[in-house]
């Protein structure tokens, strides 16, 4: 049982009750839709060596060969977890720095060098690795990496000056006189999205989304956590 859960939202700790297991804390906060809060804990209530587990077997879930740097981060975590060392502890050091800690396999390599430094700092690493995992929503990242997009505003319309014979055409040394350019509209801003329970500015669309691709990488955590799923190997 988690004791200890200063890394939960204010939100998140009131859906969590006395007695409850790192998974069920876990099941409980997804269900919420605090899904972030739902990573935290159970990335704070494995032990690290299985915490490291669940966010090396994410990651390889869309890894990509052709992305290099996070393919070479994930084999690199997966030698840390079959051979836990120090020298496989510094070869995953260094995977997640070359891969500059934007993508699931980084963050896995970064938690596999982080164990035995405290300070929670594998379980924020697995957090970053099992997140980024869920939000390819089952799709291989990109060999480009990962990118979130953002909401675009319309491109404002061009206005074209009229054609026509014997209609002098406005240049560098010509003014017309009477004629005035019209004003580009601009283009309204998109609406901001107050930030919900958990702090995070999430539509109700968004944060559905998120909790439906955050369960199944619960599940394959507590399956490790359980020792029901077997940890892959090669």
């Known amino acids: 049982m988690v004791t200890e859960q200063n890394y939960l939202s204010p939100a998140a700790r009131r859906v969590v009750q006395p007695g409850m297991t790192p998974c069920q804390q876990a099941q409980a906060l997804n269900k919420q839709q605090l899904s972030t809060d739902a990573v935290k804990s159970l990335a704070h ?19 990509n060969p052709e992305h290099t740097t996070d393919f070479q981060a994930v084999q690199a975590a ?23 800690f934007q993508t699931p396999g980084a963050w896995a390599a970064h938690a596999a060098a982080s164990v035995g430094t405290g300070g929670g700092l594998t379980a924020h690493a697995v957090t970053g690795a099992v997140l980024l995992a869920a939000s390819q929503a089952g799709r291989p990242i990109s060999p480009s990496g990962i990118s979130i997009p953002q909401a675009q505003a319309p491109a404002a319309p061009e206005f074209a000056q009229p054609a026509g014979p014997g209609f002098p055409k406005a ?37 559905a989304a998120m909790a439906k691709n955050t369960d199944p990488y619960l599940k394959l955590g507590c399956d490790l956590g359980s020792g029901h799923a077997p940890v892959s190997g090669g």
């Open 171 to 207: 240049g560098p040394h010509l003014s017309v006189p009477g004629l005035k350019t019209p004003a580009v509209p601009t283009a309204p801003a998109p609406p901001q999205v107050p930030p919900g329970p958990d702090g995070l500015a999430l539509t109700p669309a968004e944060r």
């Open 78 to 100: 997966k030698a840390w977890c079959q051979s836990p060392g120090p020298q496989t502890q510094q070869l995953a050091a260094q995977a997640a720095q070359k891969a500059g």
């Open 45 to 63: 209530g494995l032990p690290e060596p299985k915490s490291v587990q669940w966010a090396t077997a994410s990651a390889e879930r869309v890894t």
